[in-house]
Nanobody
Framework: QVQLVESGGGLVQAGGSLRLSCAAS????????MGWFRQAPGKERAFVAA????????YYADSVKGRFTISRDNAKNTVYLQMNSLKPEDTAVYYC????????????????WGQGTQVTVSS
């Protein structure tokens, strides 16, 4: 059974930074692509970023490009999301998810999800 556990969320002022972590259980972490998604109150879940199995390929939503950086450490079974220049509209619950194969933004193509971590950006 795969478990994904996010951490690092919190309250930050606009312009600030946070780094989210997603720790995965199991021995096959390095074989999978990983993604970050977010869901704001009253809105649908939205793609944020994805990274391939070896970290050499990344993919970002236009809304976060240039501000957020996704990375991974396969030795630690962990994927990260460094979030800089945060804006109030970045406020959401952030989820990590796992996918076998290429980088995609469709959450339906990810098979395991974490429980989420709240990020709140004050103006």
């Amino acid at each position: 059974q795969v478990q994904l556990v996010e951490s690092g969320g919190g309250l930050v002022q606009a312009g600030g930074s946070l780094r989210l972590s997603c720790a995965a259980s199991g021995r096959t972490f390095s074989s999978y692509a990983m993604g970050w998604f977010r869901q704001a109150p009253g809105k649908e879940r939205a793609f944020v970023a994805a990274i391939n199995w070896n970290g050499l390929s990344t993919y970002y939503a236009d809304s976060v490009k240039g501000r957020f950086t996704i990375s991974r450490d396969n030795a630690k079974n962990t994927v990260y999301l460094q979030m800089n220049s945060l804006k109030p509209e970045d406020t959401a619950v952030y989820y990590c998810a796992r996918r076998w194969g290429t980088l995609v933004r469709d959450g339906a193509q990810y098979d395991y999800w974490g429980q989420g971590t709240q990020v709140t950006v004050s103006s």
